[in-house]
Antibody
Framework: QVQLVQSGAEVKKPGASVRLSCKAS????????MHWVRQAPGQRLEWMGW????????KYSQKFQGRVSITSDTSATTAYMDLSSLRSEDTAVYYC?????????????WGRGTLVTVSS | EIVMTQSPATLSVSPGESVTLSCRAS??????LAWYQQKPGQAPRLLIY???TRATGIPARFSGSGSGTEFILTITSLQSEDFGVYYC????????FGQGTKLEIK
């Protein structure tokens, strides 16, 4: 079954870091890049960055530059997203999403999302 | 940065009717546009890419059109499962989404 299975919900304090995981199955991991998109309550979807799963190259939204890191483990067919210096505005559902093609930037497979709550 | 603007914010429609949803880009994105549907508590689902190509498994009642800065998603013969929030997304530049149009049952 083609799917992305994300890690469970997280509760973090301001200033902390969080690592989210996304396990892919049912398809060739390196044939599609992996992106991370988040959705804060009542807000539009927001693209954070992506990783070329074939060569490991990454690119991040300017908004998150310096705070986000996306990595992948091809042997485990898993992608990771680290976000540091968390603040309350980072409270959101975080989705890992598969690009339809390796170098395409639209998304044909979505994980179910991981809720990250940042609160003191 | 390319900004995507959708209209209207909310649309109330009866099953069986047809609707058009609009999406405007702040600068040309050529045909690098996708549409998604999101239902409450679920992840978005890809409907249309390259402005007019239906994704795998998407019914023919969904169609997309437009290029440059103006795009339309048309849904004919609305069914109960079609209600939700629809987002457009450009991928001419780094991905950016519109704010969504909520399609409600009248």
């Amino acid at each position: 079954q083609v799917q992305l299975v994300q890690s469970g919900a997280e509760v973090k304090k301001p200033g902390a870091s969080v690592r989210l995981s996304c396990k892919a199955s049912g398809y060739t991991f390196t044939s599609h890049s992996m992106h991370w998109v988040r959705q804060a309550p009542g807000q539009r979807l927001e693209w954070m960055g992506w990783i070329n799963t074939r060569n490991g190259n990454t690119k991040y939204s300017q908004k998150f530059q310096g705070r986000v890191s996306i990595t992948s483990d091809t042997s485990a067919t898993t992608a990771y997203m680290d976000l540091s210096s968390l603040r309350s505005e980072d409270t959101a559902v975080y989705y890992c999403v598969r690009s339809r093609l390796l170098l395409a930037y639209y998304f044909d497979l979505w994980g179910r999302g991981t809720l990250v709550t940042v609160s003191s | 940065e390319i900004v995507m603007t959708q209209s209207p914010a909310t649309l109330s429609v009866s099953p069986g009717e047809s609707v058009t949803l609009s999406c405007r880009a702040s600068q040309s994105v050529s045909s690098n546009l996708a549409w998604y549907q999101q239902k409450p508590g679920q992840a978005p689902r890809l409907l249309i890419y390259d402005a007019s190509t239906r994704a795998t498994g998407i019914p023919a009642r969904f169609s997309g059109s437009g290029s440059g800065t103006e795009f339309i998603l048309t849904i004919t013969s609305l069914q109960s499962e079609d209600f939700g929030v629809y987002y457009c997304q450009q991928f001419r530049d780094w991905p950016a989404f519109g704010q969504g149009t909520k399609l409600e049952i009248k």
